[in-house]
T-cell receptor, first 115, second 110 residues
Framework: GAVVSQHPSRVICKSGTSVKIECRSL??????MFWYRQFPKKSLMLMAT?????????EQGVEKDKFLINHASLTLSTLTVTSAHPEDSSFYIC???????????FGDGTRLSIL | DAKTTQPPSMDCAEGRAANLPCNHS???????VYWYRQIHSQGPQYIIH???NNETNEMASLIITEDRKSSTLILPHATLRDTAVYYCIVKKTGTYKYIFGTGTRLKVLA
């Protein structure tokens, strides 16, 4: 089945630093990738949708200057949390698909802890 | 807003069938029903999806009522490894967006 790899799986860093999370589709070309955020014991919340080679579409309430998304190739999207603060601590999950009529395939998530 | 309603939790004995219901009473004719599960601290795993016919794969069966207002995911012989949160999602044809509801936390008991 389709495989999506997310890296790193866990990151702990100091307040004020920027953190980059990578999402790769390993065996298919991901024309569309998605970034979600999940708080403990809560459901996934879509943050943004990105298509290869174009600007990401952010959901209402998500700061695009805070969460920078780049989808430069058909197999890689990155999410950069800029100047991270403790309230940005969360579980970030990416997903990818090559067609609208195909299921999204999810990475295993990145647990971000800001001290 | 999520378009689905699921019970918050269910228990199932190991080896028995787990039947997870989902209500999607406002579903439109061009909206698919997708099921995913999320094991603790992992990303969601795709299980199955359907439009109006019942579907079966190696993981599960999906039963959709004739009026399409509800569906049931069936895990035929639940194992301890099936303990997870199960999400039922309705997605419109021609769009990509998933809106996750609160899901059902299934606990399989030994």
């Amino acid at each position: 089945g389709a495989v999506v790899s997310q890296h790193p799986s866990r990151v702990i860093c100091k307040s004020g630093t920027s953190v980059k999370i990578e999402c790769r589709s390993l065996d298919f070309q991901a024309t569309t990738m998605f970034w979600y955020r999940q708080f403990p014991k809560k459901s996934l919340m879509l943050m943004a949708t990105s298509n290869e080679g174009s600007k990401a579409t952010y959901e209402q309430g998500v700061e695009k200057d805070k969460f920078l998304i780049n989808h430069a190739s058909l197999t890689l999207s990155t999410l950069t949390v800029t100047s991270a603060h403790p309230e940005d601590s969360s579980f970030y999950i990416c997903s990818a698909t090559d067609r609208e009529d195909q299921p999204q395939h999810f990475g295993d998530g990145t647990r971000l802890s800001i001290l | 807003d999520a378009k689905t309603t699921q019970p918050p939790s269910m228990d199932c004995a190991e080896g028995r069938a787990a039947n997870l219901p989902c209500n999607h009473s406002t579903i439109s004719g061009n909206e698919y029903v997708y099921w995913y599960r999320q094991i603790h601290s992992q990303g969601p795993q795709y299980i199955i999806h359907g439009l109006k016919n019942n579907e079966t794969n190696e993981m599960a069966s999906l039963i959709i009522t004739e009026d399409r207002k509800s569906s049931t995911l069936i895990l035929p012989h639940a194992t301890l490894r099936d303990t997870a949160v199960y999400y039922c999602i309705v997605k419109k044809t021609g769009t990509y967006k998933y809106i996750f509801g609160t899901g059902t936390r299934l606990k399989v008991l030994a």
